[in-house]
């Protein structure tokens, strides 16, 4: 069994910064991927950031060159720094993970319960 964390959520003008957080805890070999995924009222759940264990990074293109991710492996924990925030940046954000069984060795998906993000114009 594995717990998410997340936190960093909030309100910010146009143009601010805010900083999210996942940490991940429980029984688990490792964890591979980690992730951040957004939903906007009316709309589907879309990849923001992933890294992987051995660091590889990929964004989606509309926040490419605004938001970080990054991953302390010692803490189990993700991050993503959102910088130039635009309204349509308003979302639930959702961490996930990857995580291999102890004993199995078999992948699991795993979902944080979101935090809300709004930007205001």
């Known amino acids: 069994q594995v717990q998410l964390v997340e936190s960093g959520g909030g309100l910010v003008q146009a143009g601010g910064s805010l900083r999210l957080s996942c940490a991940a805890s429980?029984?688990?070999?490792?964890?591979?991927?980690m992730g951040w995924y957004r939903q906007a009222p009316g709309k589907q759940r879309d990849l923001i950031a992933s890294?992987?264990?051995?660091?590889?990074?990929t964004y989606a293109e509309s926040v490419k060159g605004r938001f970080t991710i990054s991953r302390d492996n010692d803490k189990n924990t993700v991050y993503l720094q959102m910088n130039s925030l635009k309204p349509e940046d308003t979302a639930v954000y959702y961490c996930?993970?990857?995580?291999?069984?102890?004993?199995?060795?078999?992948?699991?998906?795993?979902w944080g319960q979101g935090t809300q993000v709004t930007v205001s114009s």
């Open positions: 996930n993970v990857v995580y291999i069984l102890p004993y199995t060795r078999a992948p699991v998906r795993y």
């Open positions: 429980g029984s688990f070999y490792s964890i591979n991927l």
């Open positions: 890294i992987s264990n051995d660091g590889t990074m």
